[in-house]
């Protein structure tokens, strides 16, 4: 009987813990792609940092709400450790189209340029739009949005805080 209850209070605890644990994420994978201004970024070099990556398209209304609010966190959460990364998947005849609204908005994050659709259909199959990846500090997936309305904008706070979180409290 003794043993029965050394046995329920030591190991029972240690599987409730375990079962606690954050579970292994699936690592998102890596692409190089080349920036409006002609750099070429790789998702892996922000290995480390959380990632937002926002897939969006210059006809794609939502997309063009979604932007603006994480641009914002970008400026906000960078010090702590947050990427944003949006790959615009205009083809070249629309690329005139996704500089002027990056102009017009001031965005400062980095523009990707998905022209051959590659990334998009590697990551997105779907094709659904805005379509955003939420990716933790060592490159694990953490969540995906296929949409964006009004309000929204607090729950994407809200993963990124939760996935800083996470990284702060890594030893």
Known sequence: MRFALLLAFTVLPLTA??????????TVADFALDTLDGARIKLSENRG????????ASWCKPCKQELPFLDGF????GKDGLAVLSIATD???TLAEVRRFVKQKKL????????DG?????LNPRGVMPFTLYIDRNGGLHSTTDSFSAGDETKIEATIKALLAEGAAAP
């Open 108 to 115: 400062g994050i980095p523009v990707l340029l998905d022209k």
């Open 118 to 122: 590659a990334v998009l259909a590697d």
């Open 17 to 26: 813990w375990a079962e606690d644990a954050p579970a292994a994420r699936p």
């Open 74 to 77: 970008a400026t906000t959460y």
């Open 49 to 56: 940092k959380v990632v937002v990556v926002s897939f969006w």
């Open 91 to 93: 083809g070249p005849r």
